[in-house]
């Protein structure tokens, strides 16, 4: 981005923000990834949706999440007196998912069990591959334990993941990685 009043470029940090059921989006530039650009961003965000949706599923970015826990994430005060002011709930992807099979299935049973082997999915992979998968399934409409051990398991899609995320989670499964594959005798 090119700064108006000094004319100097420089790399802008961009927020996305999409409605789950129509598929709204709502993108801005800022300057960086603070606390006070994050919630801003949000503000704006539910300004242009002309409302604001029961749940924000965020990443864990620092600013909004202070400690990434996968059964409780801790979300900074600040953003957690945003989200009550506009009378939402903050959760991550992967809480949003479990909801969804939780009420989905037609026996409870099956859904609990769905959803404790999605949550032991983070102990091979780490809780930002997880949380990054179940943003995908999300996205993609999956539903189910066997769909999001199936993205984890798959090539990086780049274009859905941040680098950030899949660098974490080849880190954490390096011999899948091509260039393991390619190294292997």
């Known amino acids: ?23 709204l989006t709502y993108a801005e530039a800022s300057w960086s990834q603070s606390l006070s650009d994050w919630v801003g961003s949000h503000c704006r965000a539910f ?11 965020c990443d864990n970015l620092k600013s909004g999440v202070t400690k990434a826990c ?5 979300v900074n005060r ?40 999605i949550m032991r999915l983070a102990k091979p992979y ?3 591959a997880l949380e990054a998968a179940c943003e995908r399934a999300l996205t993609i409409g999956a539903r189910s334990y066997s769909s999001v051990n199936s993205i984890l398991k798959s090539e990086p899609l780049e274009r859905h993941w941040s680098e950030r995320q899949w660098r974490t989670l080849h880190r954490k499964r390096p011999e899948t990685s091509p260039a393991a594959r390619r190294c292997s005798p």
């Open 1 to 23: 981005m090119i700064d108006a009043g000094t004319g100097e470029v420089r790399q802008a940090q961009l927020f996305v923000a999409t409605l789950g059921a129509s598929n």
């Open 47 to 57: 300004a242009y949706f002309g409302g604001v949706p029961a749940q924000v599923a």
């Open 70 to 74: 996968f059964y409780e994430p801790a």
């Open 78 to 117: 600040t953003y957690a007196d945003m989200a009550t002011h506009y009378g939402t709930a903050v959760v991550p992807n992967t809480a949003t998912l479990v909801e969804v099979i939780l009420r989905d299935r037609s026996h409870p049973e099956q859904g609990f069990r769905s959803c404790l082997g």
């Open 126 to 128: 780490g809780p930002e």
